[in-house]
């Protein structure tokens, strides 16, 4: 029988850079999207305890339980202890590149007796197409099980006996494991029905753990926060979507941002937001791959843009634009947090903001590897379109779903964006309308300086003539428009900790209800670490050390963030989130050379 639903937090992700695997402390995998991160679910009772399938591995005479992940490794490990013994659960998914001779993709799961005799219970419970779409399973002698459905085939191979469910719709094992006994479980969307070979799971998990340490081996962090920072770059590097180079905002859909309440949304896509951002704090830390990788994904969407409508801000991972949002009224959401909803309508806001956010993330990764004309040609055309638009109201960077507005944010990143494009001309020598482009950037900057200021409040706000502050203006100093010093922001900074700041935790706006949507929401983490970052540059570093103390501590047993954090600490919203995870990194640099000085 399925489980109550465990605290988001209570995760551990593996995955093999195209999808991912949320794996829970009671040995649960909660959510699993096989072959892409949009694809429809396998496993989802996360959404739906009853409904959405499951496929668990755990110890039954366990009282308590312990994960953590295998050093410098995306390898999780699920320790179940007991009285008269300890049982443990690796997880992992074997990457899909070129590098490993099998084609990848695989979900392995071993199992292991560690001190005395450890009974293991197995079931493996589909629900194909968010358990919307029926299966048959069956038994298949010296393999395991396939389970067949319209949508594909998953097969199951053990090197252990399975049994049918009652229902016939599931397979079942028990195992008792000796003091070092192992048993193994690997599960292959739309693979071969063949049995495991002798010794197959643990190549797989050498070569696997071996990718990692590899990769991860190429970073330059050598600070004080090693292990979060490392572990922040490996959560992104699950992101990513290795065919195309896409990086996806979140791999899950429909994690309440309140419980209770509407504020579900997909993040299974890439918000050029996000992965641009994701590019610089990879960057930093010495990962060029990843943003090469980026950078021809979004060479692709600047050559197929919309005149009209010009670039989407999110895109799916193979860069289609077409992901019209549905309700699936037959799940009931984490608990019962519904609607659970697949696709984002957000797709058709405008937001002027993702120019800014794109060609800063170009002007970094051009100062590494010089861009190519075919990059710079389709960057040029899309800056042409933001001329035209950019003093048209937008959505902004949150996505409000209501009257368009003017927003400080959105001004604020089309100086960045004809700064930099300004900058990337001049370095490379690259053809430019240079005047048109220095007066643009010339006259976003007096509309933030002008229009978005509020004397009286001693503060930048929200948008011209509002009364909101805007968390997002934390960033100015971080994209140099603004001196960390700066008396206007140095102002906003005190209003936006007397307003929005909670101990360590920020919130994005006031809740005022201003956005479209009913309900409340958490602290969202983005914004605290920007605050970290803000501290820093205003020289309140023993400040910044604390709050960005006080933040760790609100990672998950594995290093792992959500997107906002709840009332009483508890994780919210789509889970990992890329963007806390960048911040992160990019507030733990700049508090190391802080620190350093």
Same mark, same amino acid.
């Given at each position: ?51 959405? %399938?499951? $496929? ?38 074997? &990457? ?29 419970? &589909? ?29 199951l191979r053990t090197n ?14 028990? =195992? ?90 997909? /993040? ?8 641009a951002f994701t590019v ?18 979004? @060479? ?14 999110? /895109? ?79 959505? %902004? ?51 933030? @300086? ?66 479209? =949507?009913t309900g409340d929401e ?31 501590? /609100? ?23 890329? $963007? ?18």
């Amino acid at each position: 029988m399925p489980r109550p639903y465990l605290p988001i937090a209570e995760h551990g992700v593996v995955g093999d850079l195209r999808t991912v695997a949320l794996i829970g402390t009671d040995g649960n995998v909660d959510w699993y999207c096989p072959g892409r991160f949009d694809a429809p679910s396998l496993f989802g009772c996360l959404l739906d305890a009853e409904k959405g %399938g499951w $496929f668990s591995l755990r110890c039954r005479t366990a009282t308590q339980q312990k994960q953590l992940y295998l050093p410098d490794t995306n390898i999780l490990l699920t320790r179940f202890l007991a009285a008269e013994a300890v049982g443990e659960v690796t997880d992992f998914m074997v &990457p899909r590149i070129r590098e490993f001779r099998s084609p990848g993709g695989s979900l392995v799961r071993q199992a292991s007796a560690v001190r005395g005799t450890a009974t293991f219970e197995l079931e493996c419970r &589909p629900a194909f197409d968010y358990g919307r779409a029926p299966h048959t399973t069956a038994l298949v002698d010296g393999v395991g099980a396939v389970f067949e459905s319209a949508l594909g085939r998953a097969v199951l191979r053990t090197n252990f006996p399975l049994r049918l469910s009652a229902d016939g719709l599931a397979v079942e094992s028990t =195992l008792d494991l000796a003091e070092g006994e192992h048993a193994e479980a690997v599960l292959d969307w739309q693979g071969e029905v063949r049995a495991l070979a002798p010794g197959e799971t643990e190549r797989q998990f050498r070569a696997t753990s071996a990718y990692w340490q590899r990769w991860l081996g190429q970073s330059r962090y050598q600070g004080r926060w090693r292990e979060m920072v490392h572990r922040s770059a490996l959560a992104l590097k699950l992101l990513v979507y290795h065919p195309t180079g896409a990086l996806v905002a979140a791999p899950t859909t429909s994690l309440p941002e309140e419980l209770g309440g509407v504020r579900n949304w997909d /993040y299974r896509y890439a918000w050029l937001r996000d992965a641009a951002f994701t590019v610089y704090a990879l960057m930093s830390l010495g990962f060029l791959e990843e943003a090469a990788a980026f950078m021809t994904w979004v @060479q692709a969407r600047c050559e197929e843009a919309d005149p009209q409508q010009d670039l989407r801000i999110m /895109y799916s991972v193979d860069g289609s634009a077409h992901i019209p949002e549905v309700e699936l009224g037959h799940l009931e959401g984490y608990c019962g947090s519904g609607p659970v909803r697949i696709g984002n309508d957000a797709v058709g806001q405008r937001q002027h903001d993702i120019y800014g956010e794109l060609m800063d993330s170009v002007y970094l990764y051009n100062r590494e590897v010089p861009i190519s004309y075919d990059l710079w040609a389709g960057l040029s055309r899309r800056l042409d379109w933001l001329a035209d638009h950019w003093e048209e109201p937008d959505e %902004g960077i949150w996505e409000i779903r209501g009257p368009r507005q003017r927003f400080t944010y959105s001004g604020l990143m089309t100086w960045v964006a004809f700064d930099r494009g300004l900058r990337v001309a001049r370095d490379r020598g690259l053809p430019a309308p240079e005047g048109r482009w220095r007066k643009l950037a010339a006259k976003a900057y007096r509309f933030v @300086q002008e229009e978005c200021w509020d004397p009286q409040a001693g503060a930048f706000m929200m948008a011209p003539g509002s009364h909101l502050l805007d968390a997002s203006v934390l960033c100015m100093p971080l994209v140099k428009f603004a001196g960390p010093t700066d008396p206007r922001f140095l102002s906003t900074l005190d209003r936006i900790r007397a307003e929005l700041v909670s101990d360590s935790l920020v919130h994005r706006y006031a809740r005022t209800g201003h956005d479209g =949507l009913t309900g409340d929401e958490g602290t969202f983490n983005l914004c605290s670490f920007w605050y970290v970052d803000a501290l820093t540059g205003a020289g309140r570093v023993e400040e910044a050390r604390l709050v960005f103390d006080k933040m760790l501590t /609100y990672a998950n047993h594995v290093g792992l963030y959500a997107e906002e954090i709840g009332p009483s600490g508890e994780a919210l919203g789509n889970f990992p989130q890329a $963007f806390t995870h960048l911040a992160l990194i990019s507030a733990a640099l700049n508090l190391d050379r802080a620190l350093g000085r």
